[in-house]
């Protein structure tokens, strides 16, 4: 185990726009550079570890953790870590950008093997898009199948890299650039997806997309001479759920879900039940202002789980219908939906078939 991971965390980050450069925001509780770290320690593959960083960065050190400064570029960064790698017994170095925070352990393994045969091993992706390239004022077409966009981390024979540095005089975004101009071999495998580099406020915004969850109750009385509506769905039994609206219990509790979720208060606040704009109102309406909100709040539903708690109806025979019913209104795929049903061995007024409540929690991401 001869090698070195150099993470470079030197950057500017021109183009992220932030006060605070890109690798000490803090994604997932941690600055981002610490996410490639944390994994390449994990793998265990290496000898030494060297950040290549600008701003003074504590690391609860485990001896084999160097920070260095880094350069006014990207290649002056890498160049200071092979300078001062110099002598430390070094076969391979794997240089990584700390704007990469998903590498996985397994992408570092699959480098690593192909180290053995290869002097340069650099991970890329197919281009999913149709690619153009402009010269002066003409745009042309090229095929995507020739193109190789590069990722890190690009791993090399430590000496063979340090020499072709030395030499080097011009300006390079990549290693594996480097090695292109002086006509050396590089292996390419196919890099992993998630492991795509944070290069803009929104990339990060994509990446960082947060999960909130909220939780939903409703009860309502049974009475002879009402129909019966659960989740949005007309169902035949003895009476139906007496209340300002349709009564509902399955659609008012995923409202409050969401509300909470949202941190919107309840649907009492938005749905009063003194106003006589929304006497007999069919519950499945009261949820399109609802998912008005959830969309201008740049909110969607990961999943909803409903707990229906009632002696009467059989919650298997209706299940089905009620979430064909309610990914319709939510327009969301039926398998986002789970309904359980839950009795309540005739205990109290549920257990007398005199009311139905029901309980839900939903997941929303941001
Ligand atoms: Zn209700």
């Given at each position: 185990?001869?090698?070195?991971?150099?993470?470079?965390?030197?950057?500017?980050?021109?183009?992220?726009?932030?006060?605070?450069?890109?690798?000490?925001?803090?994604?997932?509780?941690?600055?981002?550079?610490?996410?490639?770290?944390?994994?390449?320690?994990?793998?265990?593959?290496?000898?030494?570890?060297?950040?290549?960083?600008?701003?003074?960065?504590?690391?609860?050190n485990?001896?084999?953790?160097?920070?260095?400064?880094g350069?006014?570029?990207?290649?002056?960064?890498?160049?200071?870590?092979?300078?001062?790698?110099?002598?430390?017994?070094?076969?391979?170095?794997?240089?990584?950008?700390?704007?990469?925070?998903?590498?996985?352990?397994?992408?570092?393994?699959?480098?690593?093997?192909?180290?053995?045969?290869?002097?340069?091993?650099?991970?890329?992706?197919?281009?999913?898009?149709?690619?153009?390239?402009?010269?002066?004022?003409?745009?042309?077409?090229?095929?995507?199948?020739?193109?190789?966009?590069?990722?890190?981390?690009?791993?090399?024979?430590?000496?063979?890299?340090f020499?072709?540095?030395?030499?080097?005089?011009?300006?390079?975004?990549?290693?594996?650039?480097?090695?292109?101009?002086?006509?050396?071999?590089?292996?390419f495998?196919?890099?992993?997806?998630?492991?795509?580099?944070?290069?803009?406020?929104?990339?990060?915004?994509?990446?960082?997309?947060?999960?909130?969850?909220?939780?939903?109750?409703?009860?309502?009385?049974?009475?002879?001479?009402?129909?019966?509506?659960?989740?949005?769905?007309?169902?035949?039994?003895?009476?139906?759920?007496?209340?300002?609206?349709?009564?509902?219990?399955?659609?008012?509790a995923?409202?409050?879900?969401?509300?909470?979720?949202?941190?919107?208060?309840?649907?009492?606040?938005?749905f009063?039940?003194?106003?006589?704009?929304?006497?007999?109102?069919?519950?499945?309406?009261?949820?399109?202002?609802?998912?008005?909100?959830?969309?201008n709040?740049?909110?969607?539903?990961?999943?909803?789980?409903?707990?229906?708690?009632?002696?009467?109806?059989?919650?298997?025979?209706?299940?089905?219908?009620?979430?064909?019913s309610?990914?319709?209104?939510?327009?969301?795929?039926?398998?986002?939906?789970?309904?359980?049903?839950?009795?309540?061995?005739?205990?109290?007024?549920?257990?007398?078939?005199q009311?139905?409540?029901?309980?839900?929690?939903?997941?929303?991401?941001?």
């Amino acid at each position: 185990m001869r090698d070195c991971f150099i993470l470079l965390s030197a950057g500017k980050s021109k183009r992220f726009k932030s006060k605070l450069n890109k690798q000490f925001i803090t994604y997932k509780n941690k600055p981002l550079f610490e996410h490639s770290l944390k994994t390449a320690l994990d793998s265990k593959l290496f000898k030494k570890v060297l950040i290549v960083s600008n701003k003074k960065i504590k690391i609860i050190n485990d001896g084999n953790i160097e920070v260095i400064k880094g350069g006014k570029e990207r290649h002056n960064s890498t160049q200071n870590a092979l300078n001062y790698l110099k002598n430390k017994k070094i076969k391979n170095v794997f240089i990584h950008d700390a704007a990469r925070p998903n590498l996985s352990i397994n992408l570092l393994k699959k480098l690593k093997k192909k180290l053995k045969k290869n002097k340069a091993v650099v991970p890329y992706l197919k281009s999913e898009n149709s690619v153009k390239y402009k010269i002066k004022n003409k745009v042309n077409d090229l095929n995507r199948n020739k193109v190789l966009l590069t990722q890190t981390p690009q791993c090399f024979d430590y000496q063979e890299l340090f020499n072709l540095y030395k030499t080097n005089k011009e300006k390079i975004t990549d290693e594996a650039s480097l090695y292109l101009r002086n006509n050396k071999k590089i292996k390419f495998i196919l890099g992993e997806k998630k492991n795509f580099k944070i290069t803009t406020i929104n990339d990060f915004k994509y990446l960082k997309s947060e999960i909130y969850y909220g939780i939903g109750f409703d009860i309502h009385r049974l009475i002879k001479n009402k129909k019966l509506f659960l989740g949005g769905v007309k169902i035949p039994f003895h009476s139906g759920l007496k209340g300002h609206s349709d009564g509902d219990v399955i659609i008012h509790a995923i409202i409050d879900s969401i509300l909470g979720a949202m941190r919107k208060s309840d649907i009492g606040t938005l749905f009063p039940s003194n106003s006589s704009k929304f006497k007999n109102i069919r519950s499945k309406n009261m949820l399109i202002p609802i998912l008005k909100m959830l969309n201008n709040n740049g909110f969607s539903i990961n999943n909803i789980d409903i707990n229906l708690i009632c002696e009467n109806p059989k919650v298997s025979k209706i299940r089905n219908k009620i979430i064909i019913s309610l990914s319709e209104l939510l327009s969301i795929n039926k398998n986002l939906i789970n309904l359980k049903g839950k009795t309540v061995e005739k205990l109290g007024i549920i257990g007398k078939e005199q009311a139905i409540a029901c309980e839900v929690i939903s997941s929303l991401s941001k």
